[in-house]
């Protein structure tokens, strides 16, 4: 069974960076167009970014230019390099598929202090 493992979140000043780390276990990610989420308090799940099998990328639009998704086909992860960071980031991130909905991981809080 596919299981997804998110690391990498902790406490940041704004303008600060971060990168997080997605490692999959039980599926080989390399097929799969893959993506970061984030739930902010009191908040529905949100897109952030997407990177497809062919590494083509796409973010949305408040983290356009800051952020950067990744992936390695090797280390079986998914990364995003989260730089100049905004309070308004402050969420657990997640990570999945946007193929297949594999089993949520446990996230990885990011807080961004002002």
């Known amino acids: 069974q596919a299981q997804l493992v998110e690391s990498g979140g902790g406490l940041v000043e704004a303008g600060g960076s971060v990168r997080l780390s997605c490692v999959a276990s039980g599926v080989i990610l390399r097929p799969y167009t893959m993506a970061w989420y984030r739930q902010a308090p009191g908040k529905q799940r949100e897109l952030v970014a997407v990177?497809?099998?062919?590494?083509?990328?796409d973010y949305i639009d408040s983290v356009k230019d800051r952020f950067i998704i990744s992936r390695s086909s090797a280390a079986n992860t998914v990364y995003l390099q989260m730089n100049a960071l905004k309070p308004e980031d402050s969420a657990v991130y997640y990570c999945?598929?946007?193929?297949?909905?594999?089993?949520w991981g446990q996230g990885t809080q990011v807080t961004v202090s002002s």
């Open positions: 999945n598929s946007r193929n297949v909905a594999f089993k």
């Open positions: 990177i497809a099998s062919n590494n083509n990328r």
